[in-house]
């Protein structure tokens, strides 16, 4: 199994307050990702890294934002969460980005009430 | 444009059987990875197979095979004799080139259940 950690597994916050979720790696990969996943529309890609200090936007970009300061690490942050943002989050992590196949991080559970 | 379609949204069987899993993707590109994840109960997403656009030939691991057909744009999964532990979402996904990463595009997912 890849080595990828994510933190919190689970986290309850509250509308308009900031949260960061951490995603850690050991396997030395340069490209890592966030997704989101819920019901209906499967996993959804929020941003990437393509290596340190450079990230970019995906498909559901608005209302999150990302910084990659080392390899390893790659942080997700609501700035001010929103019910819409309750998901459940993964991270996942690809060697490179042609074709490469991507490993999941166990995924944490975000409500925002 | 890109997308993955998994038309079957839940499947049941009785263990022992065996079952299709079915995937459909349309793209236009010529070079394109397919993959299959699976996610069981405890939330989790497991890497199943890759596959890329030039290799059409099918796979076997254990009980799973996995038949991919560029003619009709499909990357099905099999399950022979299925066990309860089967049990899971299962998704399918379709990787292409998109500025300065290969981007993943996911079906909808298929729950299986076995039942015992």
């Known amino acids: 199994d890849a080595g990828i950690t994510q933190s919190p597994r689970h986290k309850v916050t509250e509308t308009g307050t900031p949260v960061t979720l951490r995603c850690h790696q050991t396997e030395n990969h340069r490209y890592m990702y966030w997704y989101r996943q819920d019901p209906g529309h499967g996993l959804r890609l929020i941003h990437y890294?393509?290596?340190?200090?450079?990230?970019d936007k995906g498909e559901v970009s608005d209302g999150y934002s990302v910084s990659r300061s080392k390899t390893e690490d790659f942080l997700l942050t609501l700035e001010s969460a929103t019910s819409s943002q309750t998901s459940v989050y993964f991270c996942?992590?690809?060697?490179?980005?042609?074709?490469?196949?991507?490993?999941f991080g166990p995924g944490t559970r975000l409500t925002v009430l | 444009a890109q997308k993955v379609t998994q038309a079957q949204t839940e499947i049941s069987v009785v263990e022992k059987e065996d079952v299709t899993l079915d995937c459909v993707y349309e793209?236009?590109?010529?070079?394109?990875?397919l993959f299959w994840y699976k996610q069981p109960p405890s939330g989790e997403l497991v890497f199943l197979i890759r596959r890329n656009s030039f290799d059409e030939q099918n796979e076997i691991s254990g009980r799973y095979s996995w038949n991919f057909q560029k003619s009709t744009s499909s990357f099905n999964f099999t399950i022979t004799a299925s066990q309860v532990v089967d049990s899971a979402v299962y998704f399918c996904?379709?990787?292409?080139?998109?500025?300065?990463?290969?981007?993943?595009?996911f079906g909808s997912g298929t729950k299986l259940n076995v039942k015992p």
């Open positions: 996942a992590i690809s060697r490179t980005s042609g074709g490469d196949t991507q490993y």
């Open positions: 890294s393509y290596g340190v200090k450079d990230t």
């Open positions: 996904a379709l990787s292409v080139r998109l500025y300065n990463f290969n981007k993943f595009y």
């Open positions: 793209t236009r590109d010529t070079t394109y990875y």
